[in-house]
């Protein structure tokens, strides 16, 4: 028997668990993530800055129906370890589109809400709008953070860092 063979082998009889690949997660009805509406959706995407113990999460694209028409719920959130520093959202929506005959992701006109700076410890935004069948949304948000900077060698120097997340597309 081959020595790759028998790890498998090995860590069943232990009965420890073997790691399997990451599979993106799919799209699916769902009853919301906390403070996130229910609907037809995929998971939420988090994005983790790397020196700072902080992040920001694009929600959505969240579909619905009311009578006749499809919506989508979309929004994001960002914090930081402690509720260190200022912080800045701000969350739009794009669709799928093609520019020279590749695919282009566009910015969809009114869609932009922005809030911040503030200190609280998480900082979120929510909004809804209506979704057309045939047509691919994602949800963009950004996280423009001011931190404390203690390698500055001044006891007010900041760090502004800017970090984003882009949710998966899905059309309704």
């Known amino acids: 028997m081959r020595?790759?063979?028998?790890?498998?082998?090995?860590?069943?009889?232990?009965?420890?668990?073997?790691?399997?690949?990451a599979a993106s997660a799919q799209p699916?009805?769902?009853?919301g993530y906390g403070w996130w509406p229910g609907g037809y959706g995929s998971p939420p995407v988090t994005v983790q800055q790397g020196n700072w113990q902080c992040s920001v999460t694009a929600y959505?694209?969240?579909?619905?129906?009311?009578?006749g028409n499809w919506f989508m719920y979309y929004g994001g959130g960002t914090s930081c370890a402690n509720g260190i520093?200022?912080?800045?959202?701000t969350v739009y929506v794009q669709t799928m589109g093609t520019m020279n005959g590749k695919p282009h992701?566009?910015?969809?006109?009114?869609?932009?809400?922005?809030?911040?700076?503030?200190?609280?410890?998480?900082?979120?935004?929510?909004?809804t709008r209506q979704a057309y069948l045939g047509h691919e949304y994602r949800v963009v948000a950004v996280a423009t953070l001011v931190l404390p900077n203690a390698y500055a060698g001044h006891p007010h120097a900041t760090s502004t860092i800017t970090v984003t997340?882009?949710?998966?597309?899905?059309?309704?």
């Open 28 to 31: 699916s009805w769902n009853s």
């Open 60 to 67: 959505g694209p969240t579909y619905g129906v009311k009578p």
């Open 105 to 127: 992701w566009y910015t969809v006109f009114g869609t932009g809400l922005t809030t911040g700076p503030s200190s609280a410890v998480n900082v979120r935004l929510i909004n």
């Open 85 to 89: 520093g200022q912080k800045s959202l």
């Open 3 to 21: 020595p790759r063979a028998l790890i498998p082998l090995a860590l069943a009889a232990l009965g420890l668990p073997i790691a399997a690949p």
């Open 165 to 172: 997340a882009y949710s998966q597309g899905l059309a309704p």
